[in-house]
């Protein structure tokens, strides 16, 4: 069933952890010292990740918007001179890196404790996801999020012909129709790499709608998404 003049709007308060969880992937991203935060660069991506999320149709929480402002807050402060007589203070960036270090060892803990044995965990009948990713004895996965999810998705659109013309209110099937779709396909294959979710000749619309039911799913819970630490693919798997 075609959809027109239908507009589609995610809520994805359950595929991401919050503003800290973008930030620590910014981070992560950049690979800088978290007590020498780049500010100016971090505020910036901070902020096409929400345009990015805009453009998008999908809906963030506030907490975001006040990540962003505390950000653009502390860029400011550092680039103002200490006013004459008054001594240089601690380094405003330290407003940042406090609590998403404290935000770091409760992500560590809560992983911990996610990888502990589950109680009759045997007796549930699905392989383990890490042998369907990688048979070799150093394979180790991680489970992603929206940014990471964002960062493949990005970089899909970008090896694709830029020419087509994008028409997010053109006939085109709905949201709904690709997540049954998607869940006929994990159904019979177990998981699927994220790229072999996208048809190599897909247009562009075509893709977006794809990525849309992907989160979708996500937020309800009927996928997960890891990725190999060494390969980097990201693989989705139907639960």
Do not use: C
């Amino acid at each position: 069933m075609a959809m027109t003049q239908e507009t589609y709007e995610i809520k994805i308060e359950k595929v991401f952890e919050g503003p800290m969880d973008l930030l620590l992937h910014l981070i992560r991203k950049n690979e800088v010292d978290i007590y020498d935060i780049p500010i100016a660069m971090i505020t910036e991506q901070f902020l096409e990740y929400l345009q990015w999320l805009d453009a998008m149709n999908i809906d963030y929480a506030g907490d975001f918007l006040a990540m962003a402002s505390s950000l653009t807050h502390i860029k400011s402060r550092m680039l103002l001179p200490p006013r004459e007589g008054e001594e240089d203070g601690e380094d405003p960036r330290m407003e940042i890196a406090r609590p998403l270090l404290e935000y770091i060892q409760l992500k560590q803990v809560a992983e911990k404790l996610t990888a502990r044995s589950l109680l009759d965990e045997d007796v549930f009948t699905r392989p383990d996801f890490r042998q369907e990713i990688g048979s070799e004895p150093d394979a180790s996965v991680i489970r992603i999020g929206l940014f990471e999810l964002i960062d493949a998705f990005q970089t899909l659109l970008n090896s694709r012909s830029s020419t087509h013309h994008i028409d997010l209110n053109e006939d085109r099937i709905s949201v709904t129709d690709r997540i049954s779709q998607l869940v006929d396909l994990l159904e019979a294959k177990g998981s699927m790499t994220f790229d072999e979710l996208f048809p190599p000749a897909a247009q562009r619309d075509e893709i977006i709608v794809t990525f849309l039911a992907i989160l979708e799913m996500a937020k309800l819970s009927l996928i997960q998404m890891v990725q190999h630490a060494g390969s980097g693919i990201i693989r989705i798997l139907y639960l």
